[in-house]
């Protein structure tokens, strides 16, 4: 009864903004950053628990929270923040979604960028059906993308003693830019405000009791979904790190690592997998970000909006500055671009963490 609201925020862990933190982790640095991915998820887990038993034990999801307890001019530099980071994801799952559609069907990335604002018309027809039928399908597209890492790692046959190793602490100033990415595609402030606004889709009882049995099984719904996603992050760390380290291959951009992971695997399969996890990754995490960003304006302006003019005003924010980069850097930028908002993810995290805390 309780299970679901987890596996939603669990995707915005296994967006592509994730995949490229990974994958220019793990190629460029092998599995020294694999501790990381280990610790960032041991935060999340903590802050979408404390998230889940405000929205149970209050009755309020974190953006409602605010607009009471907060004067009007934090309360609403609190919600421009917020957007901000949803814009910020928003782009990691436009590029990702344009690079997964260029990879499988050799459409160019600025088509592919374009291509994706058509996902609001998918947005419109999933939230007909209802908050089941959503996690429902949300669920599948986790194993889809799961299954097609959990057979890349298995093709690269990365050593078990050298990945251990990667949970031991090590950081440098290389690798430091990367390893904040990784936080802030692991740890995203927009899921603290979703959360909290899903637990309460459940029917939860008004006595003491019934509350603990609501958190107690909203924390292991959490503890499988956000340990899901971090089997999926390691894997493509751990596959990279296998795969283009261990050969001394320096990924500049996602095509390349793409084109290269069926001749360095050995199996033609291997390009095929990784461009449609990337694709799937894409699509599935733009749901999670039209309910958080309806969920965010609601609570802090109280102010509803049609979900369909939600999503194309979050989603033509996050085109433009794709687009631009792509028609006047070229598409090589774009992975840079990615890492770029996964950076300001972690920025922001403060602002949502903060007031949650309190």
Known sequence: AFAGPAYLVSLGHMDPGNCATDLKGGARFGYSLLWVLVMSNAMALLLQTLSSRLGIIARRDLAQACRDEYPKLTAYTLWILCEVAIIACDLAEVLGAAIGINLLFKIPLLLGVLITAADTLLILWFTRYGIRAIEAFVLVLILTISACFGVEIFLAKPQASEVFSGLLPHLNSSSLYVAVAMLGATVMPHNLYLHSALVQTRRIGDTPLERREACRFNFIDSFIALNGA????????????????????????????????????????????????????GLSSTLTGTMAGQIVMEGFLRFKMQPWLRRSITRMLAILPAALTIYYAGERASYSLLLLSQVVLSIQLPFAVIPLLT
């Open 230 to 281: 971090l089997f999926v992050n390691a894997a493509i760390l751990i596959m990279a790190g296998a795969v283009f380290f261990q050969n001394h291959i320096v990924v500049t951009e996602i095509q390349q690592a793409h084109a290269l992971l069926s001749p360095l695997l050995g199996n033609t399969f291997a390009s095929l997998l990784f461009g449609a996890a990337l694709l799937c990754s």
